[in-house]
């Protein structure tokens, strides 16, 4: 079992930055893949960026160029840094994590205005 929570949502202006943590129960190194979905209101949960146990990063289209995956060892977490927030980057962000069946945590709320 992975318990993960996640932290760093907030209300941010177009163009603003958000770092993401989500910090993970179990050894993240132990852990075949971590990543994050988004849901925005009314939208289905969609798949934002991931990164396995070996290092490799896959992200969406729709935000490539403004966001990183990164794992933070020290606070046994993983990260997304978003870069020039748009507003239809708005939703509530969810961290999973693959261990044979697929944890996720409760979500942040990141609210970009126009």
């Known amino acids: 079992q992975v318990q993960l929570v996640e932290s760093g949502g907030g209300l941010v202006q177009a163009g603003g930055s958000l770092r993401l943590s989500c910090v993970a129960s179990?050894?993240?190194?132990?852990?075949?893949?971590m990543g994050w979905y988004r849901q925005a209101p009314g939208k289905q949960r969609e798949w934002v960026a991931h990164i396995t146990s070996g290092g490799s990063t896959n992200y969406a289209d729709s935000v490539k160029g403004r966001f990183t995956i990164s794992r933070d060892s020290a606070n046994n977490a993983v990260d997304l840094q978003i870069n020039s927030l748009k507003p239809e980057d708005t939703a509530v962000y969810y961290c999973?994590?693959?261990?044979?069946?697929?944890?996720w945590g409760q979500g942040t709320q990141v609210t970009v205005s126009s």
């Open positions: 179990r050894n993240i190194f132990s852990i075949d893949a």
């Open positions: 999973f994590a693959d261990v044979g069946i697929r944890y």
